[in-house]
């Protein structure tokens, strides 16, 4: 039998490669939002080809989605993740079966992720470029198909640094609040915004604490231990402490996401990067992001859920410094060698097991 979604993975990766990167040539700037609008179909399409039960948590999904049938149902969800439920007895008054719910579900996930980056970042070739990066990233497949909780709370989280970025305080607060009850680990995500708003930690020496970030692993096992100890919220620091998981390429993407904090920092220091102030609030939540994933190390599993959120921003970080005038290289040069490279990774994450069993090929 033809697995047509495997056939669609060769047009979709060098495709939306091409879109991303055609903002940059004056002769397509006049479409880029046309661009825009096709890579966020072509990235639908994917996600609706999919095949709904492959992804190894969708039963629970669609179980969860089963039962979540009026207002009370929701407010008893064993994961008390309240308005991930909300959204699913909302899905659940249009009557569709689990099937079309769990490729709904993911729809939207990505769609709010869209007006995440659109909130985020003003220029549209960046937008373009940006989106084009996090849809051959295995973030995007894993959040909009298998980790979906987590995946609407970064979509909510975008959606709110987006908000606060362009001056909309207390509906910014409100989204923020919402990705706290979509996921149990939003909730170091929005402490690290609300620290970055209210104590305004950029004035701090940041750069100085990112050659610190790599040592945390050696002293956060006791930490962990006694915040797991002390109960409540930190419980869940223990059932995930119990939990068998021993993916080691987390400690590959802990590695590639730090020393993208080193070229982020370079080009936001020397190369006054750091003057877009959009630029600046991302990868300080980027960076603190990387340092909680290198503290919660220890318990890989919970490691890998801050690591989802880093890796979420990081597309947007790129879309900025790749588009900054000032740079270590010129901007062909740059555009250039970073497209052969995401060729390369973007040909690797689709053609990774992991992957594709999560789109069923």
């Not at 308005?83 to 007895?89: A, P």
């Not at 051959?136 to 908000?163: C, D, E, P, Y």
């Not at 223990?238 to 998981?245: A, D, G, K």
Request: glycine share 4%; proline share 2%; no cysteine.
């Amino acid at each position: 039998m033809i697995n047509f979604l495997s056939i669609y993975i060769y047009f979709f990766v060098p495709v939306v490669l091409m879109l991303g990167f055609l903002g940059s040539f004056k002769q397509t700037k006049r479409y880029v939002n046309f661009f825009s609008i096709l890579l966020v179909l072509l990235s639908l399409i994917l996600l609706l080809m999919r095949s709904p039960y492959a992804p190894s948590d969708a039963y629970s999904y669609a179980s969860m989605f089963e039962s979540t049938i009026s207002i009370t149902s929701v407010f008893e969800a064993y994961h008390g993740d309240y308005f991930f439920s909300f959204i699913q007895y909302l899905i659940n008054l249009t009557t569709i079966d689990s099937d079309s719910y769990l490729l709904v579900q993911s729809a939207i996930i990505f769609l709010m992720t869209v007006v995440g980056f659109r909130l985020i970042i003003d220029d549209d070739k960046q937008l373009l470029l940006g989106l084009s990066l996090f849809v051959m990233t295995s973030t995007f497949i894993l959040l909009s198909t298998n980790v979906m909780r987590q995946g609407l709370a970064l979509a909510l989280i975008l959606v709110s640094v987006g908000l606060f970025s362009r001056g909309f305080r207390k509906t910014g607060y409100l989204v923020l609040l919402l990705s706290i009850f979509t996921h149990f680990s939003a909730v170091i995500v929005a402490l690290i915004i609300l620290t970055l708003r209210i104590n305004k930690i950029k004035r701090l020496k940041l750069p100085n604490f990112i050659f610190f970030i790599p040592l945390l692993p050696v002293f956060s096992p006791y930490l962990l231990r006694e915040l797991g100890s002390l109960g409540g919220v930190f419980e869940k620091i223990n059932s995930f402490s119990n939990i068998e998981y021993d993916n080691k390429v987390v400690y590959i993407k802990v590695f590639l996401l730090y020393m993208a904090v080193l070229l982020f920092a370079l080009l936001g220091r020397r190369y006054k990067g750091f003057e877009n102030a959009s630029y600046l609030l991302i990868f300080e939540i980027y960076t603190l992001l990387v340092a909680v994933s290198f503290f919660t190390l220890p318990i890989l599993i919970l490691s890998s859920r801050y690591i989802y959120y880093a890796s979420g921003l990081m597309p947007i970080l790129f879309a900025f410094v790749l588009y900054q005038k000032n740079n270590l290289l010129d901007l062909h040069v740059r555009f250039g060698l970073f497209s052969i490279i995401v060729l390369f990774y973007a040909s690797f994450v689709f053609s990774f097991n992991s992957i594709r069993l999560q789109l069923g090929i």
